[in-house]
């Protein structure tokens, strides 16, 4: 059934209100400083400026509809569907999650995401195929991996920079052998053990996110306290030094921290790590 100029006219005008919304609200995360909650850094640029075009669509729309009003929307053949029903369900398709990101807060993710994702253990940049094989072919992943850990072991307290903090854990996971009794210094969120019935044990958590943070990853490390009345809010952040050990867990062997200082710190204004690709010149450049 061919659309009406009216209904298509109808039809341009929701299309336009749906493409400025989204202008507008990536407008606002942008001046707000919170975009960051919802995408990585790499991609900030990428999705910061397509406001502007997305801006240009919605006014392009808007002046075909209200002031060309005999021509149709396109030359195509294709239309939108006739039922009422069926338009709600493909305008609601685009409006439900523009207006989750209207009404919710924009805060950083805590420990209810952990709950539903489910904590790791280990560095989500390391898996087994690297730890099986490191030790005959190391692959060029793995040999970064190795030469950061040269340039970690030295160091009286290793320090995990949030700019490298994933690379940092995978590096001392991948020779956790060597960096026993080592002196670590790191910080996150924390999180309630779901492993352990010990009271004295938690969990130094992190957000770890590729691209943005529907792919992010909750991982941290196990952190043994002496003070098994230590208690923390939910989602507090604090910093811990302490010694590493490893403990099993789940039939595997992980990295954990025995715990000899802990403090409750500021949340960062970035409170999720991001993959680095160049993990040794952030470390130089970070100590020198």
């Given at each position: 059934m061919k659309e009406t100029p009216r209904a298509q006219r109808r039809q341009q005008l929701a299309k336009s209100f749906i493409l400025l919304a989204f202008a507008l609200f990536i407008a606002h995360l942008s001046k707000s400083g919170t975009l960051h909650y919802y995408i990585a850094p790499k991609m900030e640029p990428w999705i910061r400026y397509?406001?502007?075009p997305l801006a240009i669509m919605s006014l392009c729309l808007a002046c075909q509809a209200l002031l060309n009003r005999d021509s149709t929307a396109c030359g195509c053949e294709h239309h939108s569907p006739s039922s009422k029903l069926k338009n709600t369900a493909v305008y609601a398709l685009f409006l439900f999650p523009l207006l989750l990101g209207i009404f919710l807060p924009d805060h950083a993710m805590g420990s209810m995401a952990a709950d539903k994702k489910g904590m790791l253990l280990t560095s989500p940049l390391l898996n087994s195929e690297h730890l099986?094989?490191?030790?005959?072919?190391?692959?060029?992943?793995?040999?970064?991996?190795?030469e950061l850990a040269k340039k970690l072991y030295p160091a009286e307290v290793i320090e995990v920079k949030p700019e490298i903090f994933s690379e940092t854990i995978g590096a001392i996971e991948l020779f956790k052998e060597k960096f026993k009794g080592k002196t670590i210094k790191l910080s996150g969120f924390a999180y309630d053990d779901?492993?352990?019935?010990?009271?004295?044990?938690?969990?130094?958590?992190?957000?770890?996110?590729?691209c943005c943070t529907a792919d992010a990853y909750p991982f941290g490390v196990v952190v043994h306290s002496a003070q098994p009345s230590l208690r923390f809010e939910r989602d507090a952040w604090i910093e811990v030094q302490g010694t590493l050990q490893t403990i099993i867990r789940d039939g595997r062997e992980i990295i954990a921290v025995s715990a000899e200082e802990i403090r409750e710190i500021p949340r960062p204004d970035t409170p999720y790590v991001y993959p680095n690709d160049h993990p040794l010149e952030a470390w130089d450049s970070d100590i020198n």
């Open positions: 397509s406001a502007i099986n094989d490191i030790f005959i072919s190391p692959d060029k992943y793995n040999t970064e991996f190795a779901p492993g352990s019935d010990n009271r004295g044990v938690f969990i130094v958590g992190r957000f770890l996110v590729q």
